[in-house]
């Protein structure tokens, strides 16, 4: 079973910064990208950005978030990081993590959610 906690959440000023952690745990054979979607009050969840693992790594932002927000890694970890800076009262959401992994040998590939983490900016 795969499990994905996030943290670093809370309420933060504008222009402030947070980082936001999600670690992958449990049955993981291999991850074919993690990213973080984000979701506010009466909107559809959407990307914010994704990291893809393998020989090349690809990295894909929302337009509203480029320049401010950067996604990244630590492989050994299984974690995906977001450093957010600069941020606005229009980023605030429920922060989700995603994982596109594959669990088992004999599995195939799966889409895996956190819990999610709230994000306020806010003075």
């Known amino acids: 079973q795969v499990r994905l906690v996030e943290s670093g959440g809370g309420l933060v000023q504008p222009g402030g910064s947070l980082r936001l952690s999600c670690a992958a745990s449990g049955s993981i054979f291999s991850i074919n990208a993690m990213g973080w979607y984000r979701q506010a009050p009466g909107k559809q969840r959407q990307l914010v950005a994704s990291?893809?693992?393998?020989?090349?790594?690809?990295?894909n932002y929302a337009d509203s978030v480029k320049g401010r927000f950067t996604i990244s890694r630590d492989n050994a970890k299984n974690t995906v990081f977001l450093q957010m800076n600069s941020l606005k009262p229009e980023d605030t959401a429920v922060y989700y993590c995603n994982a596109d992994l594959v669990a088992t040998p004999w599995s195939s590939r799966g889409d895996y959610w956190g819990q999610g983490t709230q994000v306020t900016v806010s003075s």
């Open positions: 990291i893809t693992y393998g020989r090349r790594t690809n990295t």
